[in-house]
C-alpha cells in the first residue's frame, strides 16, 4: 500500500482525471506511474475497474469509475483504491486484473450459432417490445466485473445470468438455450468464481443495472436444462 | 505508381454480384491451409475474423485492450443505416448510395458506396439473427428512425447503445469461432510493425503489453481494422487507447494513406471544461431529431449570460437564434454533421457561445417535453440525458445542454481498392482504418455500417480471391525479414526509453493536439497550415530530445505504450497537414478559408480536386509522395451540396 498526496483536484474531473494527475506528477519525478485499466472514458467499455473506498467502482450508484466525478468527495479525504479481488481475477499489475475468465465464459456458449449469410430477412422473426426491451437490458452488461468485485464469494453468476436471460428470452436463441446455460454455468464454475448466496451486493454495484430477476431466469433455466439435458 | 482502383466494369447496380461471381474461390477442404492475421477486434475486425472462421480459414486476432470487447466501436450510440424501406417512407439502396455520395460531398469511389447500400440490408438481417437487441415497435417489428442528413427514417438503433450491442454480436460470433479452435485470440497485445516478405505481407510483429515481449506472427494475409486517427488531435472522442500506430507502420513499409485530412468533427458533444481533460464525450446527433439548437440573437444577451448576470430562462423566445432552422429550413436540426459543426463555430466565433468559455451552443429539449411529455423523451434518450448530468452535474430535462463540435471520426486511412486491399499485396484495411466509402464527410449512421459490410459481406468474398492465387507455403517466424522487423521494435522501444528527458508523453501529446485544432480542425488556411508543419516538426524533434519514458520494455509499461502512438501521432499529424495544405478546396467538414462561396458555405473544386489523395512515404522529415486516384462519376451529378 502507498499513499500519494495530490493537490490541484477540480470538482469537474473525473476519477480517472484525477489519477492521470497524479501520474503525469509521478512521471516527472522519475517514478512508475500507477498502471490502471481504462478505455473509452465513457462508461461503455468495461475496461475501467478499481475498488474504491471499499465499493466497486467507487460511491455512486449506477456509475463506473470512469464516470465517477471527483465532486463526489471531500477536499482532504484519503481514497483508498485496490484492483478488483477476486481468485479468478488475478493481479497483473497495480490495479490491473485479468479478466480472460469473462471471455472464456462467453466462448462456452454466449452466442447464437449462425454463420455470416443465409439468415431470414430481419422483419421475419417479430418479438414482442416488452420481451425486446428485456432482453435489451440484460444485453447491456458491459462484462466490467464489478459484480464478481462486489460479492463476497466473488460469483460470477450476475453475468452469466445477464448473457443467458439475453438469449433465452430471444426466439433466436432458443435452440440452443439448455447447453448454452449448462455449458456456460460450467466454465464459471471451472473459472473459480464462487457459488452465489443470494446477498444481491452484485446488482446494488452493477455500474449499468443489471437485475437480479437474470439470476432467477438463469437458475430456472438451469435446472430446465439438466433435468432435460441436451448435452448428450 | 499507378492506383488501379480494381472496380469491375458494368452497370452500378451490378457490379459486386458480379465481382463475386468473378473473383476465385478456394476449395473449402484448402482453406484451413491459410492463415490469416486480423488486427483490431470492433465492428470490422471481429465480424471478420469470425467470418474467416466460419469459412475454414485459420485467423490469429489481436487487439491492445483486455478483451476483444472492448474495441471501440462499443461506444458509438445513434444507429446503423440499412436501406431496408421498412417504414414505406421512399428509401431505396440507390438512395442510401445516393445520399452517402452526397453527404461525402463527392469525394467517395460511386461502387465502393453502392456495394455498402446494397450490403446494409445483409447487415441488419445477420445481427438480428444473432440476437442484437434492436429497438421494436409494438407489433414487434423493428423501429427505424431518421438521423442527420436522410430524409428517411432509415436508422436502426438500441436505445443509445447501438455499438454496444453491435459489437457484442459480432464478439459473440468470434466467440464461437474460438471456442471451435478456428480463431485464436490474442487480447493485450499490439502490433508494432508490419513484415514484407517479397514484396507481400506476411505478417506483423507485436508487443505482449504484459510481459513487453516481442513476437513475430506470420500468415498469408494481414487485415488492419485498427480504427481511425482522431486522437492525434489529443482532444477527441475516441476511446484513450485508439492509435493509428498499426496503419501508420504500414504506412512507413509502403501502404499508402489515402485523405489523411479528412477528419470528421462531429457537432454535439460535451464542452470542454478544463486543462485535465482527457477525453470529450459525444451526445449521439439523434438527440437533435428532437433538440433544438440555439444561441442568443446578441452578442451583448451572450455576455451577460456568460458572466451569470441572467440565467437560460430570463431569453425570451425572440431573442433566441434558432440558428439551424432560421439558415436550413428544409433540413433545420438535421443538417449533416459537417455543416451543424462549422455553424457551431461560426456562431461562437461571432461571440454568441454560452458556458464559461462560450465555446459552447445550447441543444434545448424544452419543446419536445412541452409536447410528447418527459417520460416520453427519457425513453428514447434516457442514458445520454444521464451521462450528461453525470458529467456536467446540470439536468438536461430543466435546462438546456451545452455542446460543441469535436473530433469523433476519420474518413482518411489506408488506402484499399475495390477488394479492400491496400497497394501491398497481401495487406488489407477494414472499416475506419480504411479511406473507402465516406468521402470528406460521414453522414450518422453510416460507420456502424461500413465496419460490419467490410467484416461480414466484403473481405470474407476478397480475401479469398487474393488466397486463391497464393501458394500454401507458410514463411516461418524467424525468417530474416521477421527478425529485421523484430529488431526495428526494439531499437524504437530502446530509444524511446533511453531519451530519458523532462517532458511526459502526454505532455508532447496533448500540445500536438492543440496544433492539430487550431490550424487544421474545422476551418483551414494556408499561412496557418504552412504555420503547423513546422510547428509539428519542432514538437517531433524535442520529443525525441525531451521525451520521459520510465520503467523497461520487459513490464506492463503504460508510459512506452503512449510513447510508440504519440510518436506515430507526431508523424502521422504532419502528413494531415500537408495534405490538408495541398487540397486547395473546402469539401465536407474541410473549411479552407480561402475557398467559400458568397454566402460563406463550403466550396468545392470538382476540376481538380475530384481524386483521392494518396500519400507515399519517402523517411521521416522528408515530404510524402502525392499519388492521385481520379473520381469517377457516372452515376450521380455533381451538385453544391445544400441544405436549404
Known sequence: MVTYPIKGISPDMSFLEMMDVLNEELLLKGEDPVAFDHDCREGICGMCSLFINGRPHGPERGTTTCQLHMRHFKDGDTITIEPWRAAAFPVHKDLVVDRSAFDRIQQAGGYVSVNTGGVPDANTIPISKSIADKAFDAATCIGCGACVAACKNASAILFVSAKVSQLSMLPQGKTERKTRVENMVAQMDIEGFGSCTNTGACAVECPVGISLENIDMLRSEFIFAKATSENL | MILDSRIPEGPLAEKWDKHKFDVKLVNPANKRKYDIIVVGTGLAGASAAASFGELGYNVKAFCFQDSPRRAHSIAAQGGINAAKNYQNDGDSIYRLFYDTIKGGDYRAREANVFRLAQVSVNIIDQCVAQGVPFARDYG???????????????????????????????????????????????????????????????????????????????????????????????????????????????????????????????PTCIPVSGTYQSKLTLMSESLRNDGRVWVPKTVETAERLRRGEITVKDIAEQDRDYYLERKYPAFGNLVPRDV????????????????????????????????????????????????????????????????????????????????????????????????????????????????????????????GDYLAKMPYDKVPADHPAFKEAEQNVIDINNRLLSVNGQRTVDDFHKQLGHIMWEYCGMARNAEGLQFAKQEIRKLRDEFWRDVKVVGVNEELNITLEKANRVADFLELGELMVDDALHREESCGGHFREEHQTPENEALRDDENFAYVAAWEFTGVGNDAVLHKEDLKFENVKLTQRSYK
Not at chain 2, 497485445?189 to 513487453?212: F, S, W
Request: with cysteine; glycine share 12%.
Open chain 2, 140 to 266: 414487434g417489428l423493428l423501429a427505424n428512425r431518421s438521423f442527420g442528413g436522410a430524409q428517411v427514417s432509415r436508422t436502426f438503433y438500441a436505445r443509445g447503445q447501438t455499438g454496444q450491442q453491435l459489437l457484442l454480436g459480432a464478439y459473440s460470433a468470434l466467440n464461437r469461432q474460438i471456442a471451435y479452435g478456428k480463431v485464436k485470440m490474442y487480447p493485450r497485445t499490439e502490433m508494432l510493425d508490419l513484415v514484407l516478405v517479397d514484396g507481400k505481407a506476411r505478417g506483423i510483429v507485436v508487443r505482449n503489453l504484459i510481459t513487453g515481449k516481442i513476437e513475430s506472427h506470420s500468415a498469408h494475409a494481414v487485415v488492419l481494422a485498427t480504427g481511425g486517427y482522431g486522437n492525434v488531435f489529443f482532444l477527441s472522442t475516441n476511446a484513450m487507447g485508439s492509435n493509428a500506430t498499426a496503419a501508420w507502420r504500414a504506412y512507413k513499409k509502403g501502404a499508402l494513406f489515402a485523405n489523411p485530412c479528412y477528419t470528421q468533427i462531429h
Open chain 2, 340 to 463: 451543424a459543426s462549422r455553424n457551431a463555430k461560426l456562431v461562437c466565433d461571432e461571440g454568441r457561445g454560452v458556458g464559461a468559455s462560450g465555446l459552447a451552443v445550447f441543444l434545448d429539449f424544452a419543446d419536445a417535453i412541452k409536447r410528447e411529455g418527459q417520460p416520453a423523451i427519457a425513453a428514447k434518450y434516457g442514458n445520454l440525458f444521464e451521462m450528461y448530468a453525470k458529467i456536467t452535474d446540470e439536468n438536461p430535462y430543466e435546462r438546456p445542454m451545452r455542446i460543441y463540435p469535436a473530433v469523433h471520426y476519420t474518413m482518411g486511412g489506408l488506402w484499399v481498392d475495390y477488394n479492400l486491399m491496400t497497394n501491398v499485396p497481401g495487406l488489407y484495411a477494414a472499416g475506419e482504418a480504411n479511406f473507402s466509402d465516406h468521402g470528406a464527410n460521414r453522414l450518422g449512421a453510416s460507420a456502424l455500417m461500413q465496419g460490419l459490410a467490410d467484416g461480414y459481406f466484403v473481405l470474407p468474398y476478397t480475401i
